[in-house]
C-alpha cells in the first residue's frame, strides 16, 4: 500500500514555521557511495574490539570461534538482502517499524515502536558508548582494568556530547559520521596489516589443533551468536532512510552486496590478526582486545590503537543515535508516541524532543547494566522482531506476488533467516534460562496496557495535552509533516 503525505498544522503555525517544515520533508540525496559509508559506517563500531574475546569465551576454540564470525557475516548478509526487497515494496523509511505497520497492522507495530523507543536502541546506543569509554580510558589504567564508574561517566558523558551535536545540526552530525569512518578503517588496517607481518614471521602456533576445546551447547552458541552479530548490527540500517535514497531499487541492494562482503571479510582478517598475537587465554582475560594486540605488536606506538578505536566507537554511536532517534520521531508521527517526540526544533530543523528522549533512557541504560548484558538482551529483542519483519517479507511474497518490487530475493534466504531468527530467540530460553528473559517478554507485552486507551481509542487526558503545550513552548519545536494510509 502506498503512502499519501498530508500535513498537520499547529493552529499557532506561522510562515515561519510552515518553510521550516518544507526544510524538513526528506530529499533523496542518498547515493550508492554514501550508501555503503552509512552501512559499513555504522556496523564497524565496537563489536569488533569488544566482542572478539566473549565469542571465543562461548564457543571455546579459535576455529569454531572464526567460523562463528563468518557464519554471522553471512546471516548479516542474508537478512539485509530480505530487507533490500522489502524496501523497494514499501518505499518509506522507518525500518521494521514501517514494513509491521503496513504488513501486520497498528497494534504489533505499536508493540515494536514501544519496545524499541524505550530498551532496544538506547541498550544500542549505551553499549556502544560503554565500549568507546573503555578505549577512551584504558591508556590511563596500563596493566589493568579501568575502574567501572570512570568507565560509566566517560560513556555517560559521550552521550551528552552526542545529544547536543544531534540537536543542533543534522550536517554536523553526517559530517562526524563520516570523518570518523575513516579512523576506524584505519584502525582495522592497521590490525589486519599487523597480523599478516606476524603470520608471516611463523606465528601460527594458536591455529594448531584449533578446533581443540569446541563447546557444542546450543545455548553457549546462540550468546556467541549474539555477541558476534552485535558486530554486524546496522546490516539493516539503509532501510531507516529509504525515502532519502536515489533510485531505492537500485541503491539498496547493490549497497548491501557491496558492504557487507566487505565488512565480513574485515572482521575475519581482524580475528585472524588478534588471534596471531595473542594466545586464547590472553585474549579471554583482555578487557580492551586491540589495546592488548597494540602492546604486544606496536609496544609504545599501542596510544594510536587506543586513539583510533575511541574515534571508531564514538563514530558508530552517532549514527545510533541518529536512527534511533528517527525511529523515535517516525513511530510519533504515526501517532504511536506521544505528539512532543514527533515534533522538530523550529530553528535547527532537527528532531530534538526524540533526541532527549533516547539521550535519557540510553544514561538510565549506562547505570544500570554491563556491556556483554546489555548486548544479550539487545540481541534478544531485536532477533524477535527481525523474525516478525522476515515473517512479513515471506507473507507478501506468497500471498501478494503481484505487488510491483524491481529486486526479488530468492525465498530460501528469507526463510533461512526466519530459522536463524527463531534459534537465536529461542536457543538461550531452552538451554539457560534467564529471568532477565522473562522481564524482557513481561515488558513487550505491558504495551498492551498503553496501547489501547492512548492509541486504539485515542483517550488524551487533558493534563498531557497541557504537558505537551509546555513542552512544545520549552523546547521551541513544532508538528512537522505526517504519514498517513
Known amino acids: 500500500s502506498t503512502m499519501k503525505r498530508r500535513t498537520r498544522d499547529s493552529p499557532h503555525s506561522s510562515t515561519d514555521l510552515s518553510e521550516g517544515k518544507e526544510k524538513l520533508r526528506l530529499k533523496q540525496e542518498v547515493g550508492l557511495i554514501s550508501g555503503v559509508s552509512l552501512i559499513a559506517g555504522t556496523m564497524i563500531g565496537s563489536g569488533i574490539f569488544m566482542s572478539p574475546e566473549w565469542v571465543l569465551h562461548h564457543m571455546g576454540s579459535p576455529a569454531s570461534s572464526l567460523l562463528i564470525w563468518a557464519a554471522c557475516g553471512v546471516l548479516a548478509m542474508f537478512g539485509a538482502l530480505s530487507y533490500a526487497e522489502l524496501g523497494t515494496v514499501i518505499k518509506e523509511s522507518g525500518g521494521e517499524y514501517i514494513y509491521i505497520l503496513r504488513i501486520f497492522g497498528s497494534f504489533p507495530a505499536f508493540l515494536f515502536a514501544y519496545t524499541s523507543v524505550i530498551l532496544v536502541r538506547p541498550a544500542g546506543l549505551a553499549a556502544v558508548c560503554l565500549s568507546f569509554a573503555e578505549y577512551a580510558v584504558a591508556p590511563f589504567y596500563p596493566g589493568c582494568s579501568s575502574p567501572q564508574v570512570v568507565v560509566k561517566c566517560t560513556a555517560a558523558a559521550c552521550i551528552l556530547i552526542l545529544t547536543i551535536i544531534n540537536c543542533l545540526n543534522v550536517r554536523l552530525a553526517t559530517s562526524i559520521m563520516n570523518i570518523f569512518t575513516a579512523a576506524k578503517l584505519l584502525a582495522l588496517l592497521m590490525i589486519v596489516v599487523g597480523g599478516l607481518v606476524l603470520l608471516a614471521k611463523g606465528q601460527t602456533q594458536n591455529f594448531q589443533n584449533a578446533f581443540q576445546n569446541t563447546t557444542a551447547g546450543v545455548g553457549a552458541v546462540g550468546v556467541a551468536f549474539y555477541q558476534g552479530l552485535w558486530s554486524y548490527d546496522g546490516w539493516n540500517n539503509l532501510n531507516y532512510v529509504t525515502e532519502e535514497l536515489k533510485k531505492p531499487e537500485v541503491t539498496l541492494p547493490r549497497a548491501v552486496m557491496i558492504a557487507i562482503p566487505l565488512v565480513t571479510c574485515l572482521y575475519l582478517l581482524v580475528n585472524v590478526s588478534y588471534l596471531a598475537a595473542m594466545t586464547p587465554s590472553e585474549l579471554l582475560s583482555s ?124 525465498i530460501i534466504i528469507p526463510i533461512i533467516v526466519l530459522m536463524a531468527a527463531v534459534y537465536l530467540v529461542l536457543a538461550p530460553i531452552i538451554d539457560q534460562p534467564q529471568i532477565e528473559i522473562l522481564y524482557i517478554v513481561l515488558f513487550i507485552f505491558s504495551g498492551i496496557i498503553l496501547y489501547f486507551p492512548l492509541v486504539r481509542f485515542k483517550w488524551h487526558p487533558r493534563f498531557l495535552q497541557r504537558l505537551t503545550l509546555h513542552l512544545q513552548l520549552f523546547l521551541e519545536v513544532a508538528p512537522t509533516t505526517k504519514d498517513a494510509n
Request: proline content about 5%; glycine content about 8%; overall charge positive.
Open 287 to 410: 578487557g580492551a582486545v586491540a589495546v592488548t594486540w597494540g602492546d604486544k605488536v606496536l609496544g609504545s606506538w599501542t596510544w594510536l590503537i587506543s586513539l583510533s578505536v575511541a574515534l571508531s566507537t564514538f563514530g558508530s554511536s552517532n549514527g545510533t543515535f541518529f536512527s534511533g532517534g528517527r525511529v523515535c520521531y517516525i513511530a510519533a508521527r504515526e501517532g504511536h508516541m506521544p505528539d512532543i517526540l514527533s515534533m522538530a526544533h523550529v530553528r535547527c530543523l532537527t528532531p530534538s524532543p526524540a533526541l532527549l528522549f533516547t539521550s535519557a533512557m540510553s544514561l538510565i541504560m549506562i547505570t544500570s547494566g554491563t556491556f556483554t548484558s546489555i548486548v544479550n538482551f539487545f540481541s534478544f529483542i531485536a532477533w524477535l522482531f527481525y523474525g516478525m519483519t522476515i515473517s512479513g517479507l515471506l507473507y507478501l511474497k506468497i500471498k501478494k506476488p503481484e505487488l510491483p518490487r524491481s529486486y526479488k530475493v530468492p
